[in-house]
């Protein structure tokens, strides 16, 4: 009895932000580090309560929006392939084999497990690269990353016109540029590019850590922008963090309302940030309104 009142509770606990959030887009990066573990041949269990989640998103009015990552992956296949992995202040150097190894596994491996996951969850998805639609335009980053790319502006169309028909669509972060050539471009700038076009109301970073950890590694709830810049001068957010924070200022900045940081190894955090008043990760709020 007691079990199906917290059931009920926590259902009605929900309403208002159901209420809030149906007809918005949430872009959700799902970051390649969530899924480090060794290759398997069976769905990650996180994997398929992501894909439930998204699966529930859709069916409450939400438009989520994937985009992927997947630097452990294209290491492993790498080393398959007896390809040496480089990498410069943290960018893998990609030369031409190495870039047809970035689109084989984001595009060909990771993008369909996650498409076929959701539709066998239930759900209707459609997985595409930055390419297609010419989603992510962009031009080479520097001379000496090879295709390594950034984004110089992002056409929504072929997102609109799938969220028309309700589709989740799954995006690898591999862009275009003027020459039709492939780049590969960093999954959090992608997500962050394409929140800030959609003019997201989230921006939602699964990762491999709780959130936002302090000098103390203790988890920060809630941040602001003046704050983040603090912990980036100081060091208190490094490594991998970086451009992930980076990307999240960048969103609320073209006018994001609200950017999250969720640990994706735990089953279902994605709901629990989003429809408990306490969450479970870090939120970064915006210019005005804290809701
Ligand atoms: N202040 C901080 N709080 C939390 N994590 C931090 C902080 N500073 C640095 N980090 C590091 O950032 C890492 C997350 O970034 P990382 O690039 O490894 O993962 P990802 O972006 O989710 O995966 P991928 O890059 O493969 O898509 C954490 O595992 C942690 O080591
Ligand atoms: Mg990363």
Redesign the pocket.
């Known amino acids: 009895m007691e079990d199906s009142q917290t059931k009920a509770r926590i259902l009605i606990e929900a309403l208002p932000y159901i209420r809030a959030f149906s007809g918005k887009t949430f872009v959700i990066k799902y970051?390649?580090?969530?899924r480090k573990g060794e290759e398997q041949t069976s769905p990650r269990p996180e994997d398929i309560s992501f894909a439930d989640d998204l699966v529930l998103l859709v069916h409450i009015g939400i438009r989520p929006v994937v985009i992927h990552?997947?630097?452990?992956e294209i290491t492993r296949m790498m080393n398959r392939l007896g390809l040496e992995s480089r990498f410069v202040d943290g960018l893998r150097v990609t030369d031409r084999p190495t870039m047809e190894v970035v689109e084989m596994v984001l595009s060909g491996k990771i993008n369909r497990e996650l498409v076929t996951l959701v539709q066998k969850r239930g759900g209707r998805a459609v997985g595409l690269a930055g390419r297609d639609g010419n989603l992510l335009l962009g031009e080479r980053k520097r001379k000496d990353l090879g295709f390594v790319g950034q984004i110089r502006s992002v056409n929504t169309e072929v997102l609109d016109l799938l969220d028309r028909h309700r589709y989740v669509t799954i995006v690898a972060p591999i862009g275009v540029d003027e020459e039709g050539d492939p780049l590969n471009i960093n999954?959090?700038d992608a997500a962050a590019e394409i929140a800030g076009a959609l003019k997201a109301e989230k921006l939602i970073m699964m990762?491999?850590?709780p959130g936002?950890?302090d000098a103390e590694q203790k988890l920060i709830a809630t941040l602001t922008p003046p704050k983040v810049r603090e912990?980036l001068e100081n060091g208190?957010?490094?490594?991998?963090?970086v451009p992930?924070i980076q990307g999240c200022l960048r969103a609320l900045e073209a006018g994001v309302r609200k950017v999250h940081v969720v640990d994706g190894r735990i089953p279902h955090s994605l709901l629990l940030e989003i429809f408990t008043p306490e969450g479970v990760g870090t939120e970064i709020l915006g210019g005005e309104t804290p809701s």
């Open positions: 970051g390649g580090s969530t990552g997947g630097g452990p999954a959090d990762t491999d850590t936002v950890l912990m208190a957010i490094h490594g991998g963090m992930k």
